[in-house]
C-alpha cells in the first residue's frame, strides 16, 4: 500500500511539473484556477485519507512498537539479565509522514487558505501592458476584490452570492472575450442601456461628454514618448487618460464581435449601444489600448473583481497604494 500511494504521488507530481513547464515555455495555455482547485480537491482526498486511514495505522504501529519493548523490558526484569539497552521507540520518528504525505496531505491547509482568498477575497495581478498609464504602469503587482461584483465558484464560473454591478469609472479585471483564459484590465466607461461614443478622441457617454482638463504632457519613460495628460471626471471617479496626438482617431483593426450591430465606425471613432449584462470598457492610454473599441463588450459573467489597490512595483516602490 505504502509504495503504490508513493507510485501514483510521483506520477501526479510528475504531471503537474510537466503542465506548469509546458505553460512555462508556451507549449500550452495553462490554466491556474484549474490547477489550484485540483491541487486542493487531490490534497484534500489525501489530508482526509491520512486522518482516517494513514494515521490510525501508524498509531496502531507505534502502539504495538511500544507494547513490544516493554513485554521485552519486563521479560528480562523477570528473568534477571540485563534489560534490553535499545531505546523506547519514538513517537516523533514512528508517526512521521512520509515524503508522499507530505507532499499533498501536509500542503493542503495552505493551499485551502490560498484558494478562498483567491477566489473569494482578494487576488492578486502582475500589469504586463501600459494600456491602463498613467493609473497602472506595467509591473504594478495590484489587489483585485473578489466580492465587489458578487462571488463565482472558480473554473465553473457559476455565482454564488450576488452583489452590486460595475459602475461607470471602475477599473475591472475580467477575462478576455475573445480568448478567456487571459485575465484584462481595464476601466469602464459604459454599462447596459448606455450609449458610448468615442469620436475624435472624446468621450460621449448617453450624449453628455464627460468632462476632462488638460495637465499638460506625460511622458512615459517606458518608451520615452510624450502624451497629452488630462484629468478625466466618469461616474464618481476622477482618474488620468492620455491621447497621443501622433495617433489618428481612426479605429484600424476591429474584429467581428459578438452584438457588433450595436456599434457604427467612423473615420474618427465609434459608437456603441451597451447591450444587456455587457460592459463597454477602455484603457486609460487611450491611443494605446485593444479594448471594447476593437474586440466588442465584456459579458458580465467575464468579470473577475474591481482592482483597488498597487501592493508592489519592484521597480519604484513609490506606486505601493491605493488607486481608482
Known amino acids: 500500500m505504502q509504495k503504490t500511494m508513493a507510485a501514483v504521488t510521483a506520477v501526479l507530481l510528475a504531471a503537474l511539473v510537466a503542465y506548469l513547464a509546458a505553460w512555462y515555455v508556451g507549449w500550452l495555455v495553462g490554466d491556474f484556477a484549474a490547477v489550484l482547485m485540483l491541487a486542493v480537491l487531490v490534497c484534500g482526498g489525501y489530508w482526509v485519507a491520512e486522518k482516517l486511514l494513514f494515521l490510525p495505522q501508524r498509531q496502531r504501529a507505534l502502539a504495538q512498537a511500544v507494547a513490544q519493548w516493554q513485554a521485552r523490558q519486563q521479560s528480562a526484569a523477570r528473568a534477571g539479565v540485563v ?113 458610448v461614443t468615442y469620436r475624435n478622441k472624446s468621450l460621449t457617454v448617453n450624449g453628455q461628454p464627460v468632462a476632462k482638463t488638460a495637465q499638460g504632457q506625460y511622458l512615459d519613460k517606458g518608451n520615452m514618448r510624450y502624451s497629452n495628460l488630462f484629468v478625466e471626471q466618469l461616474g464618481g471617479v476622477s482618474h488620468q487618460v492620455l491621447n497621443d496626438a501622433d495617433r489618428p482617431a481612426f479605429l484600424a483593426g476591429v474584429d467581428r464581435f459578438p452584438q457588433r450591430d450595436q456599434c457604427q465606425y467612423f473615420v474618427d471613432g465609434v459608437s456603441c449601444k451597451v447591450p444587456v449584462d455587457r460592459y463597454f470598457v477602455m484603457g486609460d492610454n487611450r491611443d494605446n489600448s485593444l479594448d471594447s473599441r476593437y474586440w466588442g463588450f465584456v459579458p458580465r459573467d467575464h468579470l473577475v473583481g474591481k482592482a483597488f489597490f498597487i501592493w508592489m512595483n519592484f521597480g519604484d516602490l513609490s506606486r505601493i497604494g491605493g488607486v481608482q
Open 83 to 195: 534489560a534490553d539497552a535499545q531505546p523506547a521507540p519514538e513517537a516523533g520518528q514512528w508517526l512521521r509522514q512520509p515524503w508522499w504525505l507530505d507532499w499533498t496531505a501536509g500542503l493542503f491547509p495552505v493551499l485551502l487558505v490560498v484558494f478562498v482568498l483567491r477566489s473569494f477575497v482578494v487576488e492578486p495581478f502582475r500589469i504586463p501592458s501600459g494600456s491602463m498609464i498613467p493609473t497602472l504602469h506595467v509591473g504594478d503587482l495590484i489587489l483585485v476584490n473578489k466580492f465587489t461584483y458578487g462571488l463565482r465558484l472558480p473554473v465553473f464560473d457559476v455565482e454564488l452570492v450576488p452583489n452590486q454591478r460595475p459602475a461607470r469609472g471602475d477599473m475591472v479585471v475580467f477575462r478576455y472575450p475573445p480568448q478567456p483564459s487571459l485575465d484584462y484590465i481595464k476601466r469602464v466607461v459604459g454599462v447596459p442601456g448606455d450609449t
